[in-house]
Structure formats: structure tokens, C-alpha cells
């Protein structure tokens, strides 16, 4: 989480309105600032993203957010920390490259993963993901 927080701060500031891009900038952040993505660009890495999904679809769903002691939720934050983080990181995806791969269930192995990537149906953009978080 945090090498993708770190970014995240860096594209919103070469985003924004007191920034000033020009020949000299370095041409990842260049690329950033005009909303040009590429697969090479050092501040955007996918597989950082989705392993903060794969950890929290892994936790969401191996954790016992029912558990009570005294009929209090132990884990409720948590789990819903855990949605919330979820969430987060399916948007900045989302607003980055536009529709991605969508998946809740954790991937174990190789071949999980290569099955959602090969479904063109697994790719959503923003409203759909928006669309399938909301409860």
C-alpha cells in the first residue's frame, strides 16, 4: 500500500493546476501529467495495485467479520477497512487505464489470474466497478 500511496501523490500533484510541465520534466512524469499511460511508465505500476486487491479480497474473504464477544462486532472495521481499501485501489485503477480486470475472489495461483485477464467480460471501467461494489 504504501508504494502505490507514494504515486498517488505524485500523479496527483503533476496533475494539478500549480504544476508546470515542460521540456525539461522528465518525460514519465510528462507522460503522467497529459494522461498518457504506458506499461513503462516507473509511477504506474499495475501489479502493486493488484496485490492490495488480492490481499484484501484474500482477507475479505477468510475473515470472520461476524465474530462477536459480548455481542459486539470484533472485526466489522476491519472488514469494512478492508472493503474501503478495496475500493480505493479499483478507482485509481479505474481512472488510470480506464476499464481493468474485476475480480473479488482471491487468486491463489498463476492460472486464476490468467483466467480473469484472458475474460474480456472481467474488464470494467469505473461505473461498472462502481456498479458491483455497491451493496
Known amino acids: 500500500m504504501r508504494q502505490v500511496a507514494d504515486r498517488y501523490v505524485i500523479l496527483g500533484e503533476v496533475r494539478g493546476d500549480m504544476v508546470d510541465i515542460n521540456d525539461n520534466t522528465k518525460a514519465s512524469l510528462r507522460n503522467l501529467a497529459n494522461f498518457n499511460f504506458d506499461a513503462e511508465n516507473e509511477y504506474l505500476n499495475v501489479m502493486d495495485y493488484y496485490a492490495i486487491i488480492n490481499n484484501c479480497n484474500y482477507a475479505l474473504a477468510?475473515?470472520?467479520?461476524?465474530?462477536?464477544?459480548?455481542n459486539k462486532p470484533?472485526?466489522?472495521?476491519e472488514y469494512v477497512?478492508?472493503?474501503?481499501i478495496r475500493a480505493?485501489?479499483?478507482l485509481q485503477l479505474a481512472i488510470n487505464y480506464g476499464k481493468v480486470p474485476f475480480f473479488t475472489e482471491p487468486l491463489t495461483q498463476v492460472a486464476d489470474a490468467e483466467d480473469v485477464i484472458k475474460n474480456v467480460s472481467?474488464?470494467?471501467?469505473?461505473?461498472d466497478i462502481a456498479e458491483q461494489l455497491t451493496p
Open 122 to 127: 472481467n474488464f470494467m471501467d469505473i461505473t
Open 88 to 90: 480505493w485501489t479499483y
Open 62 to 70: 477468510n475473515m470472520k467479520a461476524d465474530l462477536t464477544i459480548s
Open 81 to 84: 477497512a478492508m472493503l474501503s
Open 74 to 77: 470484533v472485526l466489522m472495521d
